[in-house]
C-alpha cells in the first residue's frame, strides 16, 4: 500500500482554468503538508495542516486553496491557472507537527499549464 | 532560507563510503537535523535525524559536531541507486508548535561504477 498517494500523477491543462489535486494519507499521521518543487528544483512548503486545521500558510497566491475534509486527506485546489504555476507538488504528512518526526512525501503530481 | 550549506555535488566510488558533509553554524538548541534525498524527480525520502548525539539506521549514519554547527552524513557502501540530491535540512520552528521542512540546495551525489 502507497503511503502517501497522489492523484493526478500528470496534469496538462490550459491557463485560466480550475484544477485539483488530491492526497491521500494511510499512515494515521495528524499533520499533512503541500510541498513546490520548481523548475529549478527548489522545493518550498505551501501549506500545512494538522488535524485538518491550517497551521502554516507560505506566501503563496490566493488562487491556491487547500481543503483537508478528514485529516487522512489534504486536496490543493488551484483556480485560474497560470503558466507559471508549472510545477511538481508534492503532498507530505507526518505523525506530529513536533520537530523531531519525519515526514514522508507523495510521488509527486507534474502541472503543466500551457 | 535554508540554514545549512552544503556543496553542490559529490562523486563516490560504487562500494565505497559516501560522506556527504553540511554546515549549520546558526541552528538553535532545540533544532534537529534531517537529512532527506530525492532520486531523480521521486518524492523526497527521509534518511535520517539527530539533535546532538550520532545516530545510525539501516540507510545511514549521522555525525554530529559537538557544538552541533556541522554534521556528515555517511552512506557505509554506495551503490548505483544512492545517486541523488541529498538534503540536510534544519527543521525550523514555525510558530504555535509547529515546524517545517525547509529545504535548500542540497548536494548532488553520483555514484560511480
Known amino acids: 500500500d502507497t503511503a502517501v498517494s497522489q492523484t493526478p500523477k500528470y496534469l496538462v491543462t490550459q491557463m485560466g482554468n480550475d484544477k485539483s489535486i488530491k492526497c491521500e494519507q494511510n499512515?494515521?499521521?495528524?499533520?499533512m503538508y503541500w510541498y513546490k518543487q520548481d523548475s529549478k528544483k527548489f522545493l518550498k512548503i505551501m501549506f500545512s495542516?494538522?488535524?485538518?486545521?491550517?497551521?502554516i500558510n507560505e506566501t503563496v497566491p490566493n488562487r491556491f486553496s487547500p481543503k483537508s475534509p478528514d485529516k487522512a486527506h489534504l486536496n490543493l485546489h488551484i483556480n485560474s491557472l497560470e503558466l507559471g504555476d508549472s510545477a511538481v507538488y508534492f503532498c507530505?504528512?507526518?505523525?506530529?507537527?513536533?520537530?523531531?518526526?519525519?515526514?514522508?512525501f507523495g510521488q509527486g503530481t507534474r502541472l503543466t499549464v500551457v | 532560507d535554508a540554514k545549512t550549506t552544503q556543496p553542490p555535488s559529490m562523486d563516490c566510488a560504487e562500494g565505497r563510503a559516501a560522506n556527504l558533509p553540511c554546515n549549520h553554524s546558526?541552528?538553535?538548541?532545540?533544532?534537529?537535523v534531517y537529512w532527506y534525498r530525492q532520486i531523480h524527480s521521486q518524492g523526497p525520502q527521509y534518511i535520517i535525524h539527530g539533535l546532538k548525539n550520532n545516530e545510525t539506521n539501516e540507510m545511514a549514519s549521522l555525525i554530529i559536531t559537538e557544538d552541533r554547527k556541522s554534521s556528515t552524513l555517511i552512506l557505509p557502501h554506495a551503490t548505483l541507486r544512492d545517486t541523488a540530491v541529498y538534503y540536510c535540512?534544519?527543521?525550523?520552528?514555525w510558530g504555535a508548535g509547529s515546524y517545517q521542512l525547509t529545504f535548500g540546495k542540497g548536494t548532488k551525489l553520483s555514484v560511480i561504477p
Open positions: 507530505a504528512s507526518s505523525p506530529t507537527r513536533a520537530g523531531d518526526t519525519e515526514a514522508f
Open positions: 499512515l494515521g499521521h495528524d499533520t
Open positions: 535540512i534544519v527543521r525550523v520552528a
Open positions: 495542516y494538522n488535524n485538518k486545521e491550517l497551521i
Open positions: 546558526t541552528i538553535s538548541g532545540n533544532e534537529y
